[in-house]
């Protein structure tokens, strides 16, 4: 078990380690000079080369890594460009606002599919599960941004129950947010938890035609215990895959839908600061979430590590 820990955690901090030099690498890579983009077309030879003095653009493209990584590890990714604020405190003030809407969405996203899978599956070709799989296609189909116009339409010009849009800048309270967190967790729940009811109904039906759950049967257990203790466990593991990387989506997909409603998060920062060409800001937002992504992988896997015996004996079976 150890090993497989051990095995899991050294794949995830090199996964990191890859993805800092790609984004590194990506931004460097951008066509135009940061320095002429700041002063402008007008500004002199002379003022360019001493601003990109300050900002270390002068340096060796390595060096410049190695002393933003090892800043990124203390927490301090640099100063913005635009607001010449510390990137790490303004990134951490979008990035709370964007956890109040991810919260919001894992639970209801997460716990809705997988009843809604689990039902399909156990139901299958019942009407139970022919609409429910009609409505996942549905979203599976839609982009994100549809969504959240449509439900703009329904739910906040049709009937006015919710902002269309947030007012507030990215200082704001959580009580002057929630009413405008709904919206925007809805929208992405219902991408979301498509995909997780149709992985979850497969697993049902693949694990209930299984033979150790018919065994289960013929020993006269209750279909609800049959369920719940032997067919969920099993069914869960290829579904906990499909959940990370629709969690770790939540980063990409909440830049979208954050757009739309003008909310204050982790994506409308993304996108102003590529506009602006916040090389920092960009910088830190992207290695922020490729930490996401494999921090996601990883409680997947350590998480059907907890739920098959199998791989957590393997090492001593040897």
Not at 142 to 171: M, R
Not at 231 to 236: E, F, H
Request: charged share 15%; net charge positive.
């Amino acid at each position: 078990m150890l090993a497989f820990v051990a095995r899991r955690v050294a794949a995830a901090i090199g996964t990191l380690f890859l993805s800092s030099v790609l984004v590194f690498l990506a931004l460097q890579a951008l066509p135009g000079d940061v320095a002429t983009q700041i002063l402008g077309k007008d500004a002199t030879p002379d003022a360019v080369a001493a601003l990109r003095k300050q900002l270390g653009l002068d340096q060796p493209a390595w060096e410049r890594y190695f002393d933003w990584i090892k800043g990124a590890l203390h927490g301090d990714f640099g100063t913005s460009l635009v607001s010449g604020k510390p990137v790490g405190g303004e990134v951490a003030q979008y990035l709370g606002n964007s956890a109040l809407i991810a919260v919001v969405t894992i639970v209801f996203a997460v716990t809705g599919s997988l009843v809604l899978g689990i039902l399909a599956g156990l139901y299958r070709d019942r009407w139970a599960d022919h609409l429910i799989s009609t409505v996942s296609l549905v979203g599976m189909s839609v982009p994100e941004f549809v969504v959240a116009t449509v439900l703009v339409l329904c739910f906040s010009v049709a009937l006015p129950w919710f902002p269309a849009v947030v007012l507030y800048g990215p200082d704001a309270s959580v009580g002057q947010l929630m009413p405008a967190v709904w919206l925007p967790a809805l929208a992405l729940a219902i991408v979301m938890a498509a995909y997780i009811v149709r992985m979850a109904r497969t697993s049902v039906i693949d694990v209930m035609a299984s033979e150790y759950v018919t065994t289960a049967r013929l020993k006269g257990l209750s279909t609800w215990r049959v369920v719940t203790r032997h067919a969920l466990p099993s069914a869960l593991l290829p579904t906990l895959h499909v959940i990370a990387l629709n969690v770790a989506w939540l980063v990409g997909g909440v830049a979208v839908v954050e757009n739309v409603f003008n909310y204050p998060g982790i994506g409308k920062l993304m996108l102003t600061s590529v506009q602006n060409r916040d090389l920092p800001v960009v910088q830190a937002v992207a290695l922020i979430s490729a930490v996401v992504y494999v921090v996601c992988n990883l409680a997947a896997d350590l998480g059907a590590m907890a739920l098959n015996p199998k791989l957590r004996t393997r090492g001593r079976t040897r």
